[in-house]
Protein backbone atom coordinates (compact mmCIF):
# COMPACT_ATOMS: atom_id res chain seq x y z
CA UNK A 1 0.00 0.00 0.00
CA UNK A 2 1.14 3.55 -1.14
CA UNK A 3 0.89 6.64 1.43
CA UNK A 4 2.00 8.41 -1.58
CA UNK A 5 -0.96 10.67 -3.36
CA UNK A 6 -0.24 9.45 -6.78
CA UNK A 7 -1.56 11.34 -9.92
CA UNK A 8 -3.98 8.51 -10.01
CA UNK A 9 -5.52 6.79 -6.88
CA UNK A 10 -7.18 4.52 -9.35
CA UNK A 11 -3.03 2.81 -9.65
CA UNK A 12 0.15 2.86 -8.33
CA UNK A 13 2.86 3.27 -11.07
CA UNK A 14 5.65 0.92 -11.14
CA UNK A 15 8.85 1.84 -9.25
CA UNK A 16 11.86 3.48 -11.11
CA UNK A 17 15.04 2.32 -9.87
CA UNK A 18 17.57 2.97 -11.71
CA UNK A 19 18.63 4.89 -15.57
CA UNK A 20 21.03 5.19 -18.14
CA UNK A 21 21.41 6.77 -21.23
CA UNK A 22 17.88 7.10 -22.97
CA UNK A 23 16.75 4.00 -20.60
CA UNK A 24 14.91 3.49 -17.16
CA UNK A 25 15.02 0.31 -15.53
CA UNK A 26 11.91 -0.95 -13.24
CA UNK A 27 12.10 -2.94 -9.99
CA UNK A 28 10.95 -5.45 -12.40
CA UNK A 29 14.16 -5.18 -14.14
CA UNK A 30 12.36 -4.03 -16.90
CA UNK A 31 14.10 -1.64 -19.23
CA UNK A 32 12.75 1.28 -20.61
CA UNK A 33 13.29 3.84 -23.74
CA UNK A 34 12.82 7.26 -22.39
CA UNK A 35 10.89 8.40 -25.60
CA UNK A 36 9.49 11.92 -24.15
CA UNK A 37 12.11 12.34 -21.38
CA UNK A 38 9.65 12.06 -18.99
CA UNK A 39 7.73 15.65 -20.01
CA UNK A 40 10.31 16.91 -22.17
CA UNK A 41 12.67 17.17 -19.19
CA UNK A 42 15.80 14.73 -19.62
CA UNK A 43 17.70 16.06 -22.42
CA UNK A 44 20.75 14.22 -21.99
CA UNK A 45 19.25 11.04 -20.74
CA UNK A 46 20.11 9.57 -17.25
CA UNK A 47 23.28 8.49 -15.25
CA UNK A 48 25.63 11.63 -17.18
CA UNK A 49 28.19 11.33 -15.03
CA UNK A 50 29.48 15.31 -15.27
CA UNK A 51 26.23 16.32 -13.97
CA UNK A 52 26.56 13.89 -11.21
CA UNK A 53 29.76 15.10 -10.57
CA UNK A 54 28.93 18.81 -10.44
CA UNK A 55 26.42 17.95 -7.97
CA UNK A 56 28.39 16.10 -5.71
CA UNK A 57 30.98 18.95 -6.18
CA UNK A 58 28.72 21.47 -5.03
CA UNK A 59 27.25 19.52 -2.13
CA UNK A 60 30.35 18.98 -0.99
CA UNK A 61 31.23 23.03 -0.71
CA UNK A 62 27.61 24.23 0.11
CA UNK A 63 24.35 22.66 -0.53
CA UNK A 64 22.31 25.70 0.42
CA UNK A 65 22.30 29.67 1.28
CA UNK A 66 19.23 31.73 1.67
CA UNK A 67 19.30 34.39 -1.58
CA UNK A 68 18.11 37.06 1.52
CA UNK A 69 21.60 36.55 3.20
CA UNK A 70 24.06 35.36 0.04
CA UNK A 71 24.35 34.67 -3.25
CA UNK A 72 26.52 31.56 -4.94
CA UNK A 73 29.25 31.36 -7.04
CA UNK A 74 27.43 28.51 -8.86
CA UNK A 75 24.41 31.26 -9.32
CA UNK A 76 26.05 34.19 -10.20
CA UNK A 77 27.85 31.64 -13.00
CA UNK A 78 24.28 30.37 -14.58
CA UNK A 79 22.71 33.89 -14.53
CA UNK A 80 26.36 35.17 -16.32
CA UNK A 81 26.29 31.89 -18.86
CA UNK A 82 22.21 32.88 -19.52
CA UNK A 83 22.46 35.97 -20.15
CA UNK A 84 25.30 35.66 -22.96
CA UNK A 85 23.58 33.29 -24.27
CA UNK A 86 19.75 34.63 -24.50
CA UNK A 87 19.02 36.44 -27.45
CA UNK A 88 18.77 40.14 -27.72
CA UNK A 89 19.02 42.53 -24.82
CA UNK A 90 17.72 39.67 -22.42
CA UNK A 91 20.48 40.50 -19.61
CA UNK A 92 19.01 39.49 -16.41
CA UNK A 93 18.13 36.05 -15.05
CA UNK A 94 15.96 35.32 -12.06
CA UNK A 95 16.47 31.63 -10.75
CA UNK A 96 13.35 29.64 -9.62
CA UNK A 97 12.88 26.19 -9.22
CA UNK A 98 10.94 24.90 -12.31
CA UNK A 99 8.12 26.00 -15.00
CA UNK A 100 5.23 27.31 -13.27
CA UNK A 101 7.17 29.08 -10.91
CA UNK A 102 9.20 30.94 -13.87
CA UNK A 103 5.59 31.69 -15.66
CA UNK A 104 4.45 33.12 -12.23
CA UNK A 105 7.09 35.38 -11.81
CA UNK A 106 7.51 36.85 -15.09
CA UNK A 107 3.78 37.90 -15.28
CA UNK A 108 4.32 39.90 -11.59
CA UNK A 109 7.78 41.08 -13.04
CA UNK A 110 5.26 42.14 -16.22
CA UNK A 111 3.00 43.53 -13.08
CA UNK A 112 5.85 45.47 -11.67
CA UNK A 113 6.66 46.88 -14.56
CA UNK A 114 4.56 48.54 -14.98
CA UNK A 115 3.90 50.17 -11.66
CA UNK A 116 7.87 51.47 -11.41
CA UNK A 117 7.02 52.86 -14.90
CA UNK A 118 4.08 54.91 -13.91
CA UNK A 119 1.61 52.45 -15.72
CA UNK A 120 -0.33 51.02 -12.88
CA UNK A 121 -3.70 50.69 -15.10
CA UNK A 122 -1.98 47.77 -17.18
CA UNK A 123 -3.21 44.78 -15.71
CA UNK A 124 -4.41 42.56 -18.49
CA UNK A 125 -3.11 39.42 -19.62
CA UNK A 126 -3.58 37.86 -22.90
CA UNK A 127 -3.11 34.44 -24.04
CA UNK A 128 -3.63 31.52 -26.30
CA UNK A 129 -6.53 29.10 -25.79
CA UNK A 130 -5.14 25.63 -25.52
CA UNK A 131 -2.05 26.85 -23.99
CA UNK A 132 -0.52 25.36 -20.95
CA UNK A 133 1.32 27.84 -18.72
CA UNK A 134 1.86 25.81 -15.77
CA UNK A 135 -0.22 24.71 -12.66
CA UNK A 136 -0.05 27.46 -10.11
CA UNK A 137 -2.95 29.37 -9.86
CA UNK A 138 -1.63 32.39 -11.65
CA UNK A 139 -0.09 30.39 -14.47
CA UNK A 140 -2.96 28.46 -14.55
CA UNK A 141 -5.62 31.12 -14.92
CA UNK A 142 -2.92 32.25 -18.13
CA UNK A 143 -3.35 29.08 -19.60
CA UNK A 144 -5.80 28.40 -22.07
CA UNK A 145 -6.60 24.45 -21.61
CA UNK A 146 -10.45 24.32 -20.35
CA UNK A 147 -9.89 21.30 -18.71
CA UNK A 148 -7.40 21.76 -16.85
CA UNK A 149 -8.82 25.50 -15.41
CA UNK A 150 -12.73 24.05 -15.14
CA UNK A 151 -12.66 22.92 -11.78
CA UNK A 152 -10.62 25.44 -10.08
CA UNK A 153 -12.16 28.70 -12.05
CA UNK A 154 -13.66 30.29 -9.05
CA UNK A 155 -10.33 30.55 -7.68
CA UNK A 156 -8.31 32.15 -11.27
CA UNK A 157 -7.61 35.86 -11.31
CA UNK A 158 -8.90 37.42 -14.70
CA UNK A 159 -7.36 36.58 -18.23
CA UNK A 160 -8.18 36.78 -21.92
CA UNK A 161 -7.19 34.38 -24.38
CA UNK A 162 -7.29 34.38 -28.31
CA UNK A 163 -6.97 31.81 -31.03
CA UNK A 164 -4.27 29.25 -30.77
CA UNK A 165 -1.09 29.01 -34.17
CA UNK A 166 -3.37 25.46 -34.74
CA UNK A 167 -2.70 25.47 -38.43
CA UNK A 168 -3.91 21.57 -38.56
CA UNK A 169 -7.28 22.45 -38.13
CA UNK A 170 -7.52 26.74 -38.26
CA UNK A 171 -5.67 27.46 -41.31
CA UNK A 172 -8.14 27.93 -44.09
CA UNK A 173 -7.70 25.88 -47.14
CA UNK A 174 -6.81 29.07 -48.94
CA UNK A 175 -5.03 30.96 -46.96
CA UNK A 176 -0.98 31.05 -46.86
CA UNK A 177 0.64 30.71 -43.89
CA UNK A 178 1.54 34.67 -43.91
CA UNK A 179 -2.02 34.81 -44.50
CA UNK A 180 -3.06 32.99 -41.57
CA UNK A 181 -0.69 34.43 -39.26
CA UNK A 182 -1.63 37.59 -40.24
CA UNK A 183 -5.06 36.88 -39.72
CA UNK A 184 -4.30 35.75 -35.77
CA UNK A 185 -2.26 38.73 -35.30
CA UNK A 186 -5.23 40.96 -35.84
CA UNK A 187 -7.36 38.66 -33.70
CA UNK A 188 -4.79 39.65 -30.90
CA UNK A 189 -4.94 43.48 -31.84
CA UNK A 190 -8.47 43.22 -31.81
CA UNK A 191 -8.71 42.12 -28.24
CA UNK A 192 -6.17 44.18 -27.03
CA UNK A 193 -8.21 47.04 -28.56
CA UNK A 194 -11.39 45.74 -26.85
CA UNK A 195 -10.09 45.30 -23.58
CA UNK A 196 -8.07 48.80 -23.88
CA UNK A 197 -5.01 49.14 -25.10
CA UNK A 198 -3.43 51.11 -22.26
CA UNK A 199 -4.78 48.24 -19.61
CA UNK A 200 -3.23 44.96 -21.13
CA UNK A 201 0.22 44.01 -19.89
CA UNK A 202 1.30 41.08 -21.47
CA UNK A 203 0.67 38.38 -24.00
CA UNK A 204 1.90 35.08 -23.28
CA UNK A 205 2.73 32.39 -25.49
CA UNK A 206 5.02 29.07 -26.02
CA UNK A 207 6.66 29.67 -29.09
CA UNK A 208 6.44 25.95 -30.35
CA UNK A 209 3.43 24.34 -27.81
CA UNK A 210 3.98 21.46 -26.23
CA UNK A 211 1.73 19.53 -23.39
CA UNK A 212 -1.81 20.40 -24.58
CA UNK A 213 -1.48 20.53 -28.19
CA UNK A 214 1.52 18.52 -28.74
CA UNK A 215 4.54 20.07 -30.81
CA UNK A 216 2.92 22.69 -32.75
CA UNK A 217 4.87 25.33 -34.47
CA UNK A 218 4.24 28.80 -35.50
CA UNK A 219 3.52 29.13 -39.17
CA UNK A 220 5.80 31.54 -41.17
CA UNK A 221 5.41 35.25 -39.75
CA UNK A 222 3.31 35.05 -37.26
CA UNK A 223 5.71 35.56 -34.01
CA UNK A 224 6.83 38.87 -36.01
CA UNK A 225 3.65 40.04 -36.42
CA UNK A 226 2.64 39.24 -32.90
CA UNK A 227 5.65 41.32 -31.79
CA UNK A 228 4.74 44.17 -34.06
CA UNK A 229 1.38 43.91 -32.46
CA UNK A 230 2.77 43.58 -29.05
CA UNK A 231 5.01 46.86 -29.67
CA UNK A 232 2.05 49.06 -31.55
CA UNK A 233 0.52 48.75 -28.16
CA UNK A 234 3.57 48.79 -25.40
CA UNK A 235 2.45 45.51 -24.37
CA UNK A 236 5.12 42.79 -22.84
CA UNK A 237 5.81 39.02 -25.30
CA UNK A 238 6.40 36.85 -22.47
CA UNK A 239 7.69 33.55 -24.23
CA UNK A 240 6.49 30.28 -22.34
CA UNK A 241 10.44 27.87 -23.09
CA UNK A 242 9.37 25.98 -20.58
CA UNK A 243 9.12 23.10 -22.55
CA UNK A 244 10.31 23.85 -25.88
CA UNK A 245 13.41 25.81 -24.75
CA UNK A 246 16.91 24.79 -23.90
CA UNK A 247 17.82 22.84 -27.05
CA UNK A 248 14.84 20.87 -27.42
CA UNK A 249 14.03 22.34 -30.43
CA UNK A 250 16.96 22.43 -32.20
CA UNK A 251 17.99 25.91 -31.21
CA UNK A 252 19.13 27.13 -27.72
CA UNK A 253 16.02 29.04 -27.40
CA UNK A 254 12.64 28.42 -29.55
CA UNK A 255 12.05 31.81 -30.44
CA UNK A 256 16.01 32.11 -32.25
CA UNK A 257 14.31 30.45 -35.30
CA UNK A 258 11.47 33.12 -35.87
CA UNK A 259 13.96 35.72 -35.56
CA UNK A 260 11.93 37.70 -32.39
CA UNK A 261 12.94 38.73 -29.05
CA UNK A 262 10.82 39.07 -26.46
CA UNK A 263 10.68 40.92 -23.39
CA UNK A 264 10.40 37.97 -20.92
CA UNK A 265 11.32 33.92 -21.39
CA UNK A 266 10.94 31.19 -19.00
CA UNK A 267 12.77 28.02 -18.73
CA UNK A 268 12.78 25.28 -16.73
CA UNK A 269 12.23 21.44 -17.85
CA UNK A 270 15.46 20.87 -19.80
CA UNK A 271 17.63 23.83 -18.04
CA UNK A 272 18.18 21.57 -15.59
CA UNK A 273 17.97 17.75 -17.29
CA UNK A 274 16.08 16.57 -14.32
CA UNK A 275 19.06 16.34 -12.53
CA UNK A 276 17.88 18.92 -10.08
CA UNK A 277 14.56 20.78 -10.15
CA UNK A 278 15.48 24.92 -11.45
CA UNK A 279 14.15 26.84 -13.94
CA UNK A 280 15.13 30.62 -14.65
CA UNK A 281 12.94 34.34 -16.69
CA UNK A 282 15.43 35.74 -18.56
CA UNK A 283 14.53 39.30 -18.37
CA UNK A 284 15.62 42.42 -20.94
CA UNK A 285 17.87 45.51 -19.46
CA UNK A 286 14.43 47.16 -19.82
CA UNK A 287 12.71 45.65 -17.19
CA UNK A 288 16.06 45.33 -14.91
CA UNK A 289 16.46 49.17 -15.03
CA UNK A 290 12.40 49.82 -14.36
CA UNK A 291 13.27 47.89 -11.38
CA UNK A 292 16.70 49.65 -10.57
CA UNK A 293 15.45 53.02 -11.16
CA UNK A 294 12.27 52.54 -9.05
CA UNK A 295 11.77 50.85 -5.66
CA UNK A 296 15.04 48.97 -6.20
CA UNK A 297 13.46 45.91 -5.60
CA UNK A 298 11.68 42.49 -7.21
CA UNK A 299 8.30 42.06 -4.89
CA UNK A 300 8.70 38.30 -5.36
CA UNK A 301 10.72 35.26 -4.09
CA UNK A 302 10.34 31.55 -2.26
CA UNK A 303 12.71 29.62 -0.29
CA UNK A 304 14.80 27.72 -3.35
CA UNK A 305 15.45 30.18 -5.61
CA UNK A 306 19.21 30.06 -6.26
CA UNK A 307 19.67 26.69 -4.95
CA UNK A 308 23.78 25.90 -5.56
CA UNK A 309 23.23 22.73 -6.22
CA UNK A 310 20.45 23.14 -9.04
CA UNK A 311 22.41 26.20 -10.51
CA UNK A 312 25.50 23.64 -10.20
CA UNK A 313 23.61 20.72 -11.94
CA UNK A 314 22.28 23.70 -14.61
CA UNK A 315 26.19 24.83 -15.75
CA UNK A 316 26.97 21.18 -16.20
CA UNK A 317 23.65 20.90 -18.64
CA UNK A 318 24.75 24.21 -20.30
CA UNK A 319 28.35 22.56 -20.28
CA UNK A 320 26.82 19.91 -22.29
CA UNK A 321 24.19 20.81 -24.48
CA UNK A 322 26.24 24.12 -25.97
CA UNK A 323 29.11 22.00 -26.95
CA UNK A 324 29.19 22.85 -30.91
CA UNK A 325 27.95 19.73 -32.27
CA UNK A 326 25.06 19.71 -30.39
CA UNK A 327 22.55 21.44 -31.64
CA UNK A 328 23.24 20.29 -35.57
CA UNK A 329 23.08 16.87 -33.68
CA UNK A 330 19.42 17.71 -32.47
CA UNK A 331 18.52 19.20 -35.90
CA UNK A 332 19.65 15.97 -37.94
CA UNK A 333 17.89 13.54 -35.46
CA UNK A 334 14.64 15.11 -34.99
CA UNK A 335 14.62 15.77 -38.99
CA UNK A 336 15.22 12.00 -39.03
CA UNK A 337 12.33 11.39 -36.09
CA UNK A 338 9.96 12.93 -38.67
CA UNK A 339 10.85 11.25 -41.23
CA UNK A 340 10.16 7.73 -39.47
CA UNK A 341 7.44 9.10 -37.91
CA UNK A 342 6.21 9.65 -42.05
CA UNK A 343 7.14 6.62 -43.33
CA UNK A 344 5.58 4.13 -40.24
CA UNK A 345 2.20 6.29 -39.46
CA UNK A 346 1.70 8.75 -42.42
CA UNK A 347 -0.76 5.95 -44.09
CA UNK A 348 -2.37 4.96 -40.61
CA UNK A 349 -6.22 5.77 -40.95
CA UNK A 350 -5.70 6.99 -37.24
CA UNK A 351 -2.97 9.79 -37.72
CA UNK A 352 -4.46 12.89 -38.54
CA UNK A 353 -1.00 14.88 -38.30
CA UNK A 354 2.65 14.64 -37.48
CA UNK A 355 4.23 17.99 -36.29
CA UNK A 356 7.25 19.73 -34.25
CA UNK A 357 10.45 21.11 -34.75
CA UNK A 358 13.72 19.32 -33.47
CA UNK A 359 13.49 16.71 -31.04
CA UNK A 360 9.95 17.56 -30.60
CA UNK A 361 6.74 16.30 -32.05
CA UNK A 362 3.26 15.51 -32.02
CA UNK A 363 1.13 13.13 -33.60
CA UNK A 364 -2.20 13.73 -33.32
CA UNK A 365 -4.31 10.63 -33.38
CA UNK A 366 -8.24 10.79 -35.20
CA UNK A 367 -11.07 8.42 -35.80
CA UNK A 368 -10.97 9.65 -39.58
CA UNK A 369 -7.91 10.92 -41.47
CA UNK A 370 -9.95 12.33 -44.14
CA UNK A 371 -12.24 14.56 -41.84
CA UNK A 372 -10.63 15.18 -39.20
CA UNK A 373 -12.40 13.58 -36.77
CA UNK A 374 -11.13 12.86 -33.34
CA UNK A 375 -11.81 10.12 -31.70
CA UNK A 376 -14.96 9.59 -28.30
CA UNK A 377 -12.95 10.99 -25.82
CA UNK A 378 -14.91 7.96 -23.68
CA UNK A 379 -12.39 5.77 -25.41
CA UNK A 380 -9.57 7.57 -23.54
CA UNK A 381 -6.98 6.64 -26.88
CA UNK A 382 -3.86 8.67 -25.44
CA UNK A 383 -4.48 6.31 -22.46
CA UNK A 384 -4.60 3.28 -24.26
CA UNK A 385 -1.43 3.96 -26.58
CA UNK A 386 0.44 5.26 -23.28
CA UNK A 387 -0.46 1.79 -22.08
CA UNK A 388 0.41 -0.39 -25.12
CA UNK A 389 3.49 1.46 -25.33
CA UNK A 390 4.68 0.78 -22.07
CA UNK A 391 4.03 -3.01 -22.33
CA UNK A 392 6.80 -2.18 -25.51
CA UNK A 393 9.20 -0.50 -23.27
CA UNK A 394 8.72 2.58 -24.61
CA UNK A 395 7.92 5.65 -22.77
CA UNK A 396 5.99 8.50 -24.21
CA UNK A 397 3.65 11.91 -23.27
CA UNK A 398 0.16 11.16 -24.35
CA UNK A 399 -2.59 14.03 -23.67
CA UNK A 400 -6.35 14.12 -24.08
CA UNK A 401 -8.31 17.39 -25.21
CA UNK A 402 -6.20 18.52 -27.74
CA UNK A 403 -8.93 20.36 -30.08
CA UNK A 404 -10.71 22.05 -27.41
CA UNK A 405 -9.89 20.60 -23.62
CA UNK A 406 -12.42 17.57 -24.35
CA UNK A 407 -11.72 16.47 -27.86
CA UNK A 408 -8.80 15.43 -29.61
CA UNK A 409 -5.61 13.14 -28.60
CA UNK A 410 -2.06 13.16 -29.58
CA UNK A 411 1.12 11.92 -28.86
CA UNK A 412 4.03 13.85 -28.05
CA UNK A 413 7.72 13.10 -28.28
CA UNK A 414 10.60 14.53 -26.68
CA UNK A 415 13.96 11.90 -26.56
CA UNK A 416 17.00 13.15 -25.02
CA UNK A 417 19.44 14.98 -27.21
CA UNK A 418 22.26 12.08 -27.38
CA UNK A 419 20.20 9.46 -28.98
CA UNK A 420 21.51 7.72 -32.00
CA UNK A 421 19.61 6.81 -34.90
CA UNK A 422 19.05 3.17 -34.48
CA UNK A 423 17.44 4.46 -30.99
CA UNK A 424 15.38 6.89 -33.18
CA UNK A 425 14.24 3.88 -35.23
CA UNK A 426 13.46 1.52 -32.47
CA UNK A 427 11.21 4.54 -30.50
CA UNK A 428 9.11 4.95 -34.27
CA UNK A 429 8.78 0.56 -34.57
CA UNK A 430 7.58 0.50 -30.95
CA UNK A 431 5.09 3.72 -30.85
CA UNK A 432 3.65 2.40 -34.78
CA UNK A 433 2.83 -1.15 -32.68
CA UNK A 434 1.38 0.88 -29.79
CA UNK A 435 -0.72 3.02 -32.06
CA UNK A 436 -2.04 0.07 -33.68
CA UNK A 437 -2.60 -1.80 -31.00
CA UNK A 438 -4.66 0.54 -29.31
CA UNK A 439 -7.16 1.83 -32.15
CA UNK A 440 -7.56 -1.63 -32.99
CA UNK A 441 -9.25 -2.33 -29.19
Same mark, same amino acid.
Given at each position: ????????????????????????????????????????????????????????????????????????????????????????????????????????????????????????????????????????????????????????????? +??????????????????? @???????????? +????????????????? +?????????????????????????????????????????????????? @???????????????????????????????????????? =?????????????????????????????????????? =????????????????????????????????????????????????????????????????????????????????????????? +????????? =??????????
Amino acid at each position: MTRLLHRSTKTTPPVAVSGQGIYITDAEGRDYIDGSGGAAVSCLGHGHPAIAAAIHAQVDKLAYAHTSFFTTEAAERLGQRLSDLAPGSLDYAYLVSGGSEAVEAALKMARQYYVETGQPQRRHIVARRQSYHGNTLGALATGGNEWRRAQFRPLLP +ETHHVSPCYAYRDREPDET @EIEYGTRLAAEL +ENKIRELGAEEVMAFVM +EPVVGATLGAVPPVEGYMRAIREVCDRYGVLLIADEVMCGMGRTGSLFAV @ETEGVVPDLIAVAKGLGGGYQPIGAVLLSDRIYRAFEQGS =GTFQHGHTYIGHPVAAAAANAVLDEITRPEMMPHVAEM =GRRLQGALEQRLAQSPHVGDIRGRGLFRGIELVADRDTKAPFDPSRKMHARVKRAAMERGLLCYPMPGTIDGQRGDHILLAPPFIIAPD +EIDMIVDRL =GEAIDAATAE
